[in-house]
């Protein structure tokens, strides 16, 4: 990712950005949120399935390779939730995108310590990561527009 040079005054150069995506899972109306179970200084706190682009993936590849090893679920990867938002000191960004389960797939608790699954109205009632409150007034426009969790979005 190469958008902007060093500007010598200690922010990272975005050249050397890493990109966490996250996956905005919808069902039903609900978006899922997932508690991290570490390390120490963020467990307990919610976020959205996810983690580290690697060297050659797509992002979407990154998120569905993220969900299979988190959640045991299949998913499509959709459009852009949000906007990209700085984290560890401007050196990474998150990234979220909407995603719907296939073929039935039910999340499974493998690396979290809590799911659930946040109806529009609760979406302020679980601490989320710092990086990811931005997002969620994005997320509320998104579960309450019409045709939120049947796919429509899958296919914006
Ligand atoms: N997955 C995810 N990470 C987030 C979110 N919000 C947020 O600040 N982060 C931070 C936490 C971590 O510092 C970093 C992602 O780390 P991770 O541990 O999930 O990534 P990863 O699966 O690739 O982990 P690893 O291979 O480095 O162990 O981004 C979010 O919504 N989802």
Redesign the pocket.
Known sequence: MRTERANGNGQADRRDLKV?V?AAIIADGRVLACARSAPPE?AGRW??????VEPGETEPDALTR?CAEELDVRVQVGERVGRDVR??HGR?V?RVYYARLLHGDQPRLLEHSALRWLAVDELDSVDW????VPIVPALRALLTRPGAGDGQAARA
């Open positions: 966490v996250g963020v976020e959205f399935p996810g983690g580290k993220e984290m560890a990474s998150l990561l710092p990086a990811d």
